[in-house]
């Protein structure tokens, strides 16, 4: 961690800092740098942008600096862009900068640093808290004030990967479900966040979880995999291994690079549906004699992440993906399962998925390797095999053989909902590899045309 010392040298290296000063001096402010900046400048971390507090009016400094629009209604705070730098302006008013730290979040950025006489204020020790890798919340009043605050703290553990102080913890979850009256968008954008740091699992704290997603606690209940107490293990544990698959994804061979963009891409929505794949289980649960069964968790996951999703403001892109993952995350187990997968069965896979079949074999390997511990070097040949079967025949999954345009040139037909039928036996045929050309969808088509109801133009 960068010594306090140090930060004088640092801050000149960005650029808007040299304004925000001169500005300050010239109109007689007090200006500090507080929050994440600071904590990030100590840590070492890259600066993005810049958090400000100013005496006085903040919107009356924001507009000194340039173009800026207020960040919250009502509340004295602006947001500027200078340099390519965001820098977000809160004016302290009368209040003074001790009690202004006093009601924020975390112990760790409760610190400020006065720029123009280069004094640094840290009367709640949160450099201490850093050097030691703890999170600490301020006290049980900015808990109550703003429950948000807990996924914040969540989300701090994710990405720094630091403790939660057990007093802070026992706050946490004891609040836990004030987190309801708290706007979904927040929720949202906190849980994103969350998923999107490369540590994740070490935020799941079950008692959390429940109250956002209802039954989260009830796969307790169940038993898990070979090295899981229980069904709530294996799926931290999943996701887990799904963190750790991505720091080299060599295992599948040639195709790295095209499935490390893809991971980048879908990283947060993968690894939620790593987390509640199996969450309908419980709900699922069938006992016969010695056996137990858990037939159509599958399709209840699914769709009961369409509600809860839309409920917490995930897009309908968002949604659509984690559903389709848990709906299909048993497809590749029961392919891997039999003696053979023919070319069949992969071209309909590839077909269902598209390229999020990469997803769901990364899913398949992670849920897998949480279930035994080890790596299955079965299932990942049968994964990699899919996965470069898919880019093999991109070209061919992404484009249909045939379109309406070509059932009115080829038969005079006029639209109507007979295209779709006859669109979706091709592309039953196609998927299945009973035809491969559109030369020889059109045979088909000319062949299984007659008993339709058809009008011709």
Known sequence: MIKKQNLESLLRKIKPIKKIKDYAD?????????????????????????????????????????RNFRLKKGLDEFRVTSEGVDIDVSGLGSTEILEDLG????????????????????PFNGVKDLENGIIRTMGRKNIVEDSCRILRGLRFRAYLGFEIEENTEDLFKEYAGKLAEV????????????????????????????????GFLKMKEIKGGKISENLLEHSILTLEKMENLSKDFSLF?????????YYSENKTALKIAALLHDIKKPDAMEVDGDEVHFYGHDKMASDWFKKIGKELKFSADERNYISKLML???WIHLLAAQQEVTERAKRRLCFELESDVIGLALLSCADQTATTGVIDPHLTEVCKDIIGYYFSMKDEVEKPLLKGRDLIANFNLSPGPVFGEIL??????????RIKTKEEALEFVKKNIKGLDIKEV
């Open 26 to 66: 010239k109109a007689n402010k007090k200006v500090y740098l507080v929050g994440g900046m600071l904590r990030d400048l100590l840590l070492g971390f890259e600066i993005c942008d810049i958090d400000i507090a100013i005496s006085g009016k903040g919107q009356d400094f924001a507009k000194v600096l340039g």
């Open 103 to 122: 009601r924020r979040d975390f112990t760790i950025n409760a610190m400020a640093y006065n720029l123009l006489d280069k004094r640094f204020i840290d």
């Open 183 to 214: 706007a979904p968008e927040r929720i949202h954008f906190e849980l994103t966040a969350l998923f999107n740091a490369d540590k994740a699992h070490l935020a799941v704290f079950p008692e959390i979880f429940d109250k956002i997603f209802p």
């Open 253 to 261: 061979g040639n195709h790295k690079k095209k499935i490390e963009a």
């Open 328 to 330: 299909h995350h048993m």
């Open 424 to 433: 979706s036996k091709v592309q039953m045929a196609y998927e299945e590899g």
